[in-house]
Structures are given as C-alpha cells and as structure tokens.
C-alpha cells in the first residue's frame, strides 16, 4: 500500500468517525445518512460511502422500484457479452443492474433463462444444472409481477406460460421474510462485490449493488448481505453475479450513467465495467 493509499482510507476513516456514520453492524443500518434522489416516478436512488462491520469501509447504491409505475424486465444478449451501460442505453430503460451469472469467455448465461416468453436455448444455457449456489430464480409477468422464488427445474419452467421473464440465479438470501441457510461456498463465505434484488411487498422492489476488492470498499459475504435485506425490510431476495460483474446503470448520470464503482479494473472509480451477458432493466 503506498503512502497516498494510506491517506486516503485514513482521511475516509477519519470523516466517518467525526460524521458518526460508523454504524458497528448492520443493526445500525439505519442510522447511516444517505444521499437520496428522485430518478422518475416510481423510481429513487440512494446512495453511501460507509463503514459497517468494526471499521470495514462500504459503497453502496440502491434503486427503490415502484411497480406500479415502472416497469421491469430482464435484457439478454445470447451471443455475446455487452457493458451494462452500453446494454441498457440500446433500450428504453431508466435505470439498471447487471443480471445473472454467464460465460465470461464466449457469452450467453449458465443457468436457465427466458426472454419475453421464449426459452433461450443456446448452449450454455441449455445444458447447465442446478449447484449448492444457484437455489433462487426471478420471475417476471408483464413487467409488473415480480417474484422470487427457489430455483427448480427446467422443465418445470418450460411449463410455465404465465411469466415473460425468468432468470435463475442464487444464492436464494430471504424467503418469507427470514434469511435462509446458505451454502459453505467461497461464493457465499468470502467478501466479494455484490448485486441483489429484493421484494419489499406486491408492488415494492429494490436494486443493490456494494462495491468491493479495493481498499474503499470491502463488499460484503453473502450472510451480511442477508442481514442488510432483512434490514431493508425485504420479504424476499436472492444474490445476483457479484464481482467484477457489479454495475448500477442511471440514464444520464456522467460516466456513461455508471454509477457505483465496478472493480474490473481494479480501482475505485467508474470505468471499470465488464462486459455481461444479461441485465435486469427499470422503464
């Protein structure tokens, strides 16, 4: 760590000590001042530098969706892998994260997709199976009925008319409203970026991205990514592709609209976006 490193995180430290945003643990969640903006009817983002978790710093971005006036929906490029920000500026979109897990080298999702109601049926979709991580999935009607569920299989899905889009994903983190019990993966155990999303009621649905593996930002393992949901008020959640895949897209905001901090090119800035295969957009 060099010299100028090492005053920065003091300087950060220091400000949120004299600020008294240190919170201890998620149990303070609540007490932390965020930066707060309406992006659109139905739509508010909400942001934070912080620290939580005995002295661990954190960024975090959040999208608090309205159903009943915005609409969501999942965008997939099959064939190949594309930014958030590019991906959602070819769309009609408002806001956006990154979706579910892919195939970083040749595109296309590793578990189970549907798009508009059709079944995406390209290899790496097609042949994957279900592991101790993938346990949750995403289910879409009409861009107004989100609902998150246990992941099952496809062909259990391919029977299913009624949603347009379905992603699965995991690990599943809450389900009616208690946390669930997560695998002992390195996924799940170790600090990482992560992104969520989370059903607060019928028609209440958030967005989250932390940022991590830079010395600003920690990220978060998934147990106290679970805790902040519940904390959040979340009825249900489920873990998105974290990682160098963490991204939060706001239609004109500078940086091309990125506004966390993706860790693809090992900085705490904005730049560094990686390509991804699919992403959840707000209209």
Known sequence: MNQQNNYRTFMLLALLIITGDITGQIGGFNKIRWE???????????????????????NINILYVNLKKRKISINYDPQKNIAVSKQASATNAIAAVNGGFFNIKNGGSTTYIKIDGKIIDSDTAKKWSRNANMTGSILITDGKKLFIERSMTNTWYDGYQEYDDILVTGPLLIEAARTVKL??????????????????????????????RTEEAAG????????????????????????????????????????????????????????????????
């Not at 002992?184 to 991590?212: F, M, Q, Y």
């Not at 998105?240 to 705490?268: A, E, H, Q, R």
């Open 36 to 58: 707060k903006e309406k992006i659109a009817p139905g739509l508010v983002w909400k942001s934070v530098h912080t620290i939580l978790y005995d002295s661990v710093p954190q």
């Open 183 to 212: 695998p002992e993966t390195s996924l799940v155990t170790t600090r990482h970026p992560r992104t969520a999303i989370g059903i607060r009621n019928n028609k209440k649905v958030i967005l989250i991205t932390l940022d991590g």
């Open 220 to 283: 978060m393992a998934l147990n106290e990514l679970a805790e902040l949901m519940i904390s959040l008020k979340c009825r249900d959640a489920v873990n998105l592709d974290g990682g160098g895949s963490t991204t939060m897209w706001i239609y004109g905001k500078p940086f091309n609209g990125v506004v966390n901090m993706p860790c693809d090119n090992k900085k705490f800035d904005h730049l560094g976006e990686r390509a991804v295969s699919d992403i959840l957009i707000i209209r």
